[in-house]
């Protein structure tokens, strides 16, 4: 039974393909396929929104969903952005402003300690069947670098590596990112064959 996904990032969904084709997995993009009601996301956790988004959306699509919730959390700016990675400093700041916000914020601190968070929510029409979660560790560059990967990337060097996840091959990020570490816990408990969801 197909496993739908319920966000309109294009690059996580080919975060997830390219991670679960390994696996002989692939989900569809629920966005494809339905014009999707917007899931407002005023959790107070990665967990509270990736499960919200999934149920709404199981609900709405009478399918099995799953959704994820994802960001990154800056230990010595009080874990900001956090929840609100996709919208810190305004609704409409591009990416780029983004990543030159937090090293604004940042200035010259050498506490630069920070990690990338992915809860995912598998749901039926239902009702929620499971969470899980994933992380990498590691730290915010001086300046901005590279074009991989999205979102916070040219300015997150992962522990282990000199280089940020905007110049890393992804198949790097592929191998230790916080999604693919969310992904291989959903794995180990089935939750992406839906025939054994109970
Ligand atoms: P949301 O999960 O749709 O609320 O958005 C999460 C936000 O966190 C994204 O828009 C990005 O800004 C950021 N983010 C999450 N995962 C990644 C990643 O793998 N690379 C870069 N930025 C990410």
Not at 10 to 26: A, R, T
Not at 28 to 40: D, F, G, R, T, Y
Not at 141 to 161: L, Q
Request: glycine share 8%.
């Amino acid at each position: 039974m197909t496993l739908y996904a319920a966000t309109s990032n294009n690059n996580k969904i080919k975060e997830f393909n390219d991670v679960l084709s390994e696996l002989g997995l692939s989900v569809e993009n629920a966005s494809h396929i339905w014009k999707l009601p917007e899931v407002i996301e005023d959790g107070k956790t990665f967990e509270d929104n990736a499960q919200k988004k999934a149920l709404e959306i199981a609900a709405y699509t009478g399918r099995n969903i799953f959704a994820e919730d994802s960001g990154l959390e800056v230990f010595s700016l009080n874990a900001e952005p956090g929840i609100y990675s996709a919208r810190y400093g305004g609704e409409n700041l591009s990416d780029v402003d983004k990543n030159d916000l937090i090293l604004k914020k940042l200035g010259k601190n050498p506490n630069r300690s920070a990690r990338y968070v992915c809860v995912l929510a598998f749901a039926t029409p239902h009702g929620i069947i499971d969470t899980t979660e994933g992380e990498v560790r590691g730290s915010i560059a001086r300046e901005p670098a590279g074009k991989n990967g999205f979102g916070y990337d040219p300015i997150f060097i992962p522990d282990g590596y000199q280089k940020t996840f905007g110049e890393l091959d992804k198949s790097i990020k592929n191998s230790i990112s916080h999604r693919t570490c969310a992904i291989h816990n959903a794995c180990s408990k089935n939750l992406f064959d839906t025939r054994k969801w109970k």
